[in-house]
């Protein structure tokens, strides 16, 4: 009973998933059909890929042979040869290469074993056979990532609201261009890293993990890192991830603190060593120093620039503010226990107004 229960509430969100599925498919043959050079992995993809290649074919991190394949763009681009080092430049973050990396190694074990018993396919890396499975195995990832988003939704929502909230996310706004578009990018797998993030971070304190809560969040939050560094601002969340039972004890949260920043640093350890390998340093901002200015934070302009504002691109986010300023009536609603007496026939039905404001909430 209890299965068939559990199989009736993840219908809806197969559902989704299958629908982003069938979104994805044909717009990634159109790519391949209409694209600059019938490549998958263009634009910012490129140098996020570039690290894949270099790792697992020159087994090194000099990316002057990969940025060969796309001439001077890479030269007068973001490739620019550094001095300290002489290897080129790459301002993006190694994570994704390191995510991709079980489908490229697949497909590059396969193509060797082709090679040794008489094929000559060639294996730079850059060959569709090895884009088409690592650009899909990108995507998968993501989608499964971002779906532990409707676990925490549905911890504090009726089933439905996080149904809706999930779908207009991921249709409704820019992220559907880095899902369906562009998840060669960082953006989808980081997005999906957050949502383990927020996962891992609700469970552990409703669960009350004691002294291990700190493992599992710090190593999500290493890898939200890992994936787009700027993710360091999400710092905070460690705090929610603080189980009730210690929030009493300073000693003891501190310490678990502690113990997840530790751990985030070890996992973020790989862009730590890239940045020594390709600029000379341990810590640095690849993009330039006037990439963040701490002092000038440009609120409006990050939300309503035409230049890839956030209500710009995704006007549908305004309905989160609503729910975020409090607008709507707070869903703080215990959840019912499976031994829970059921409603009577009754009971007052979810209204309208109801499911609105909560839809705002979540």
């Known amino acids: 009973m209890t299965g068939a229960v559990g199989e009736a509430r993840a219908r809806p969100f197969v559902a989704v998933a299958m629908a982003a599925s069938i979104v994805f498919i044909p717009l990634t043959v159109a790519k391949l059909s209409l694209g600059r050079g019938k490549a998958l992995f263009v634009s910012d993809g490129y140098y996020y890929y570039a690290y894949l290649a270099s790792i697992v074919v020159d087994r090194d991190l000099d990316l002057g042979n990969q940025y060969a394949h796309i001439g001077s763009a890479a030269s007068n681009g973001w490739g620019r040869p550094i001095a300290a080092t002489g290897r080129r430049a790459n301002p993006f973050s190694i994570g994704p290469a390191l995510l991709w990396l079980p489908a490229f190694a697949a497909v590059h074990i396969a193509v060797r074993v082709a090679n040794s018993l008489g094929c000559e396919l060639p294996h730079t890396g850059f060959e569709l056979y090895y884009q088409v499975p690592t650009y899909t195995w990108g995507f998968l990832l993501g989608l499964a990532g971002f779906l532990l988003l409707a676990r925490c939704l549905v911890r504090m929502f009726p089933q439905h609201v996080a149904v809706w909230t999930l779908t207009g996310i991921l249709f409704g706004t820019a992220l559907s261009n880095y899902a369906f578009l562009h998840c ?179």
């Open 184 to 362: 060669n990018f960082a953006h989808w797998m980081s997005c999906a890293a957050v949502s383990l993030l927020l996962w891992t971070a609700f469970e552990s304190r409703a669960r009350a993990l004691r002294e291990y809560w700190w493992i599992g969040v710090g190593a999500c939050f290493g890898l939200a890192c890992l994936l787009r560094w700027q993710s360091a601002l999400l710092a905070p969340l460690l705090l929610v991830a603080c189980p009730r039972e210690t929030s009493g004890r300073w000693s003891r949260r501190v310490a678990g603190l502690l113990g997840a920043l530790a751990v985030a640093a070890v996992v973020f350890l790989p862009q730590v060593a890239a940045w020594r390998a390709v600029y000379g340093h341990w810590l640095v901002v690849p993009q330039g120093q006037g990439f963040l200015r701490w002092g000038q934070p440009s609120i409006l302009h990050v939300l309503w620039s035409r230049d890839h504002g956030l209500f710009t691109y995704s006007p549908l986010l305004l309905l989160a503010v609503v729910g975020f300023l409090g607008c709507g009536e707070s869903p703080h609603t215990p959840r019912p226990t499976p031994h829970a007496p059921r409603p009577t026939p009754h009971a007052p039905r979810l209204t309208s107004a109801r499911w609105c404001s909560q839809v705002l909430w979540c």
